[in-house]
């Protein structure tokens, strides 16, 4: 492999990672997810604490049960904040993925991180590039995927679903399964729009 | 690319990913820097918001600033949190990086967020995605990078440096340069060590 062959085989996954709220109903070998946390768990995280924490969540009732945090917290603030700030078409998607799309997918991964291997200020820069890498490596595999943290706005409920101690905390939840059907592209300001050259201002 | 191939050679980028505090004397082509940032902004956010903004500093001046700004903190209250904490090597490997090896590096970004187009509670989840990204092209493209924060604790000096608005809350800086060195794959916990079925404490 050349670097620019990685390049290029890299930015074709990155540029097909896309959030997927609807799934088939298909199911997901151990197998795959493993890959998929194998890559998340290369991630860097402050003085390589590796704070992260997995739970792989297969129960039908258990799935349920998170994904009516999610729509609870959806019809609580959610969609009020939401309404009128989305395009109609992803807040209509965004809605059926948080009112049971979403939980729909065979496979829920609680992502959370344990403070006793990172400071609490620095648990988001060590966990999201990991849940980053998760969701690439799912899309190389070929599995629907998407980054969720609305469920942790009942973070004590979520916690007690997956049995978390007091020291570690949930963070997000990443659905995992076979998209029901093929996703576009993602639609993204070219990167020139929002880079400047040495101050804020002078665009690149 | 067959979805296996796509995998193979994101996980080889994810596997080499690693970070980067001893910089070579070479320059980097905004070409580079450009795939990078362009890899970045097709990470996921909360609404789509695309809340970054990426200062590209390579004036020699501004980046004595910002790595003024890490020494600082890493002198005032990083280094006595890390000593005993991090094994002697890395220590040492840290401690030269925020005291000049990172600043050396010809280009820093200074990663931001722009609150208008997120929440503040959202800003978090939907820029260290596109950090991460920026990581992994870095990688691909033979650059050496390293995701750091330390600066942000003096945020209102950091914004002063690179005349971030109100708005715009400095998030992370991230080096870029050809590294001085080969650096050898990251060192982490197989995923099952941190990986449960269910609930927490079910092991993989």
Same mark, same amino acid.
């Given at each position: 492999m050349t670097?620019?062959?990685?390049f290029d085989d890299l930015l074709a996954v990155i540029r097909s990672q896309r959030a997927c709220r609807v799934f088939a109903d298909a199911p997901v070998a151990d197998e795959l997810i493993g890959r998929a946390l194998d890559a998340a768990v290369?991630?860097?995280?402050?003085?390589?604490?590796?704070p992260w924490e997995f739970v792989v969540v297969r129960d039908a009732q258990r799935r349920a049960d998170i994904g009516a945090l999610m729509a609870r917290a959806w019809e609580a603030h959610g969609r009020a904040h939401s309404e009128g700030? /989305?395009?109609? %078409? +992803?807040l209509a998607d965004v809605d059926a993925g948080l009112t049971g799309g979403i939980a729909a997918a065979p496979v829920l991964v609680v992502v959370a991180a344990d403070t006793r291997r990172g400071l609490r200020a620095t648990v988001a820069s060590s966990v999201f590039p990991a849940v980053q890498n998760l969701l690439l490596a799912a899309t190389a595999v070929? /599995?629907?995927? %998407? +980054?969720t943290t609305i469920a942790t706005t009942y973070a004590a409920e979520l916690r007690e679903l997956v049995g978390l101690p007091d020291e570690v905390e949930p963070v997000a939840v990443v659905p995992?399964?076979?998209p029901a059907r093929r996703l576009g592209p993602p639609r993204r300001d070219p990167f020139g729009e929002h880079t400047h050259r040495e101050r804020y201002g002078i665009l690149w």
């Open positions: 670097e620019t062959d990685g290369h991630a860097p995280s402050a003085e390589n604490g590796q700030r /989305l395009a109609p %078409a +992803l070929g /599995l629907g995927s %998407a +980054l995992l399964g076979v």
